[in-house]
């Protein structure tokens, strides 16, 4: 089993930066890949980032250039630097990994003010 807790989240004004991080535990387990998703109200839950264990990364196009994801395996920890941050960026993000499971975080709220 693999438990994940994030932390970062919190109000910003438009324009700011936050540092969002995830550290996963357990005993055993190697993980593949993880990344962030977030969810809005009366949204879908939706894909942010993405990180393998090899470094490669994926984003969705409407954070592309503005967040930047990396992670450190020794640690099981991953990180989601996110600057220019805009009023519809706002959600709980929920951090996820994966091996031949997935798992999710708790979530951490996010918000960002005009």
């Known amino acids: 089993q693999v438990q994940l807790v994030e932390s970062g989240g919190g109000l910003v004004q438009a324009g700011g930066s936050l540092r969002l991080t995830c550290v996963a535990s357990g005993s055993g387990f190697s993980l593949n890949a993880m990344g962030w998703y977030r969810q809005a109200p009366g949204k879908q839950r939706e894909l942010v980032a993405t990180i393998t264990r090899g470094g490669s990364t994926n984003y969705a196009d409407s954070v592309k250039g503005r967040f930047t994801i990396s992670g450190d395996n020794a640690k099981n920890t991953v990180y989601l630097q996110m600057d220019s941050l805009k009023p519809e960026d706002t959600a709980v993000y929920y951090c996820?990994?994966?091996?031949?499971?997935?798992?999710w975080g708790q979530g951490t709220q996010v918000t960002v003010s005009s």
């Open positions: 996820s990994a994966k091996n031949f499971l997935n798992y």
